[in-house]
């Protein structure tokens, strides 16, 4: 194991409520990424953090914002939840920026309704 | 079009079968990676290949780069083998480096 946890696994949340999922890792990873997996995608980037306070936006970023104050920890925010952002969402950790092997957590499965 | 396409998009099997699912991409890439889901939803990298093959046990991975074709095989495939196989292109470009995951294959592989 690559020694990476999210937490809540299950939130069943309603549309306008602020829901932040957690991103743990024991690995020491200087990258950390977060992405959405829905019927019909691939894995979509939603923002990527490079190291302390270093974040940046990936290809499905609106709505969402993150925050790494550590380096083991990599939070995403959802201001107002929206029914769109009904998903399964999976931290990731890497040495390097898209490069390298990727470990993915178990992913957290959240439902807006 | 997508980036990434795989075939085929779902494939059922019997214990024992030699299994090949294929990735095509349209974009020149650096590396390209298979992932493995497993229903639980964990998700596990299988191979990273920039060239040539790789194997692990009963996988095989080979890539064309010329041809910008990927293939993961399984041999003497399992019931445990079931699961849902991603290809996934790291391509750069000039905001960096970029990876695109394709849709996946649902393998299910019945005793």
């Known amino acids: 194991d690559a020694g990476i946890t999210q937490s809540p696994r299950h939130k069943v949340t309603e549309t306008g409520t602020p829901v932040t999922l957690r991103c743990h890792q024991t690995?020491?990873?200087?990258?950390m990424y977060w992405y959405r997996q829905d019927p019909g995608h691939g894995l979509r980037l939603i923002h990527y953090s490079y190291g302390v306070k270093d974040t940046d936006k990936g290809e499905v970023s609106d709505g969402y914002s993150v925050s790494r104050s550590k380096t083991e920890d990599f939070l995403l925010t959802l201001e107002s939840a929206t029914s769109s952002q009904t998903s399964v969402y999976f931290c990731?950790?890497?040495?390097?920026?898209?490069?390298?092997?990727?470990?993915f957590g178990e992913g957290s499965r959240l439902t807006v309704l | 079009k997508n980036e990434v396409e795989q075939s085929p998009q779902n494939l059922t099997a019997q214990e024992g079968e030699f299994i090949t699912i294929n990735c095509s991409y349209s974009v020149g890439i650096s590396a390209l990676h298979w992932l493995q889901q497993h229903p639980g939803g964990g998700i596990v990298s299988l191979f990273m290949l920039s060239s040539g093959k790789k194997k692990h046990g009963r996988l095989i991975a080979t890539i064309n780069i010329q041809e910008k074709h990927s293939s993961l095989h399984i041999t003497a495939s399992h019931p445990r083998d079931s699961a849902v196989y991603i290809c996934a292109v790291r391509s750069e470009g000039t905001s960096g480096s970029r990876l695109t995951f394709g849709e996946g294959t649902q393998l299910t592989v019945n005793p």
């Open positions: 990731a950790i890497g040495r390097g920026l898209n490069t390298g092997e990727l470990f």
């Open positions: 690995e020491n990873h200087r990258y």
